[in-house]
């Protein structure tokens, strides 16, 4: 009883991202993805959802949660830990966690300006600063900070008076910003979000090396907690570690914004996301567990037999192609590449070095760029488990890209082979170079339109070091070159 998958996802004004990921990630699994828009849902009763059937709320609103309300059934494979709490919605989490026994800061609601009561909540509160919290705001933007009584007194009026309830917090001083992601029972990642200037408030990091699928374990029960005390199975936990080691807990989001860890940090959240509801479908339903897939080196795919363009050596798998993209579509992706403003709204993971400037451009930014996408995946025979991106690069006059092995894990992933496309004729310099190939060291020369392609790991799973390759310096002018990752499990 293997039929097709089905993730129903339930859509209100949420970032294009989220919705753009979870559909790639539905579609590199084999899932069909179906989006309802909930303002303009019919509640017709056969829309109900039965046994087996994945759901998922990206959505904040009250229409969202209604339509997940009305959908839901037993045996619909969600992020809720059990039947009821799809129908519950705790108003006071921090109680929540509180009275589970999990580490909060002292809190306490506010609903009078009443001076002796203010003054003793400060007190309690152990003295200013304090922080004054607005539930409903995200991104830092409900949260406030009191350094005085006048500023506490004349806050709680204006807020009372606009029919706002604060909750006052006692101030953690000292302390590093933690979001841990938790899919089912684990903590899927954690990244550390720095202090902004002048300021109390953190933002999500944007660095690669604040991300990290190795949570310090105490943290990772903590925020496994947090979100179980609510009844979920998913969300974002906010932490803070004191300088002296001790863990307060803020808040479990739900749904959170998944895209920042995937798109700064190159965890494929989402994929793991549909894992878990996969695994939970089968499971709700008696089905065997997933059987791990086959070993992408069992791939009978073009690759493996050797059918993708010319191969160059004994080792690595290494082919060149050329004319993977015709003319017309040549000077339409430069066109989109040329355009620095363009290419900045795609992507906010812009850098610059001495290996020129680069990217991660969505495969959703523009059709051909899908297109390009999924030509290579047929090509190659490979699927991506983490192809929602490709990787643009420009290099200018000596810049060059140092010796080094694609071979990279991630979540449960690994990335076992490269397709770079070449969009000019580049040089001189400027070779995809392979000094350690056999028999003899390979020069791949940028040619527009040209396709390279070599596998970084070899049939045993080790990595190739035949593999190890660099960009040579660029003596002059530009190569530009748009590269997939392929990412399998393994
Ligand atoms: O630009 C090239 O020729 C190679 C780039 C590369 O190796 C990479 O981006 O991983
Ligand atoms: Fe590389």
């Not at 921090?94 to 800061?105: D, H, I, S, T």
């Not at 009561?117 to 933007?141: C, N």
Request: hydrophobic share 40%; charged share 20%.
């Amino acid at each position: 009883m293997h039929t097709t998958m089905r993730l129903h996802c339930i859509n209100d004004n949420v970032p294009q991202q989220t919705v753009a990921l979870l559909r790639a990630a539905a579609a590199a699994r084999g899932i069909e993805f179906i989006e309802y828009h909930a303002p303009a849902f019919d509640y017709r009763p056969e829309r109900v959802l039965g046994a087996g059937e994945l759901l998922y709320r990206p959505a904040v609103s009250l229409a969202a949660q209604r339509v997940e309300q009305f959908l839901y059934a037993p045996g619909v494979a969600s992020f809720y830990a059990h039947d009821a709490a799809v129908l519950q919605h705790c108003s006071n989490p921090l109680l929540a966690f509180q009275r589970a026994g999990l580490p909060v800061p002292r809190h306490f609601h506010c609903h009078s300006a009443d001076r002796e009561l203010l003054r003793d909540w400060a007190e309690r509160l152990g003295g200013f600063p304090l922080i004054v919290k607005f539930a409903g705001f995200s991104g830092g933007k409900g949260v406030l900070r009191a350094d005085s009584l006048p500023a506490l007194f004349s806050l709680v009026d204006f807020a009372l008076t606009t029919g706002k309830v604060p909750m006052l917090m006692s101030y953690v001083d000292e302390a590093e910003h933690w979001r841990v992601v938790v899919i089912g029972q684990q903590a899927a990642v954690a990244y550390r979000n720095p202090l902004d200037v002048d300021d109390f408030r953190s933002y999500g990091s944007v660095a690669a090396d604040d991300f990290t699928t190795a949570v310090d374990a105490d943290m990772a029960e903590l925020a496994v907690d947090a979100v179980a005390t609510l009844g979920l199975e998913f969300g974002g936990v906010d932490i803070l570690r004191h300088a002296s080691g001790r863990l307060y807990l803020l808040e479990a989001n739900f749904p959170c914004y998944h895209p920042h860890a995937e798109e700064h940090g190159g965890i494929p959240v989402s994929g793991m996301m549909l894992d878990y509801l996969c695994d939970k479908a089968r499971r709700l339903q008696g089905i065997a567990p997933r059987e791990a897939p086959a070993p992408w080196h069992a791939s009978r795919g073009p690759l493996r037999r050797g059918d993708c363009g010319q191969r160059l050596g004994d080792a690595p798998e290494l082919y060149v192609l050329d004319d993977f993209v015709t003319g017309d579509e040549l000077q339409q992706l430069r066109t989109l590449l040329d355009d620095a403003a363009w290419l900045r709204a795609q992507s906010s993971q812009f850098k610059a070095d001495f290996t020129g400037e680069s990217c991660e451009l969505p495969v959703a930014a523009h059709p051909l760029v899908g297109a390009l996408a999924t030509r290579a995946q047929s090509l190659l025979g490979l699927d991506n488990h983490m192809g929602q991106t490709l990787r643009y690069r420009r290099y200018r006059g000596g810049e060059h890209h140092p010796l080094h092995s694609d071979d990279y894990r991630v979540g449960g992933l690994r990335l076992v082979a490269t397709a770079i496309l070449y969009l000019n004729d580049a040089g001189p310099g400027g070779e995809t170079h392979f000094p350690q190939a056999q028999p003899a060291a390979v020069s791949v020369t940028p040619r527009a339109g040209r396709l390279a392609c070599w596998l970084s790991v070899t049939g045993e799973g080790a990595q190739d070091a035949a593999a190890l390759h660099e960009s040579l310096a660029l003596q002059a002018g530009e190569k530009i070159t748009l590269t997939q990752f392929f990412y399998l499990p393994g």
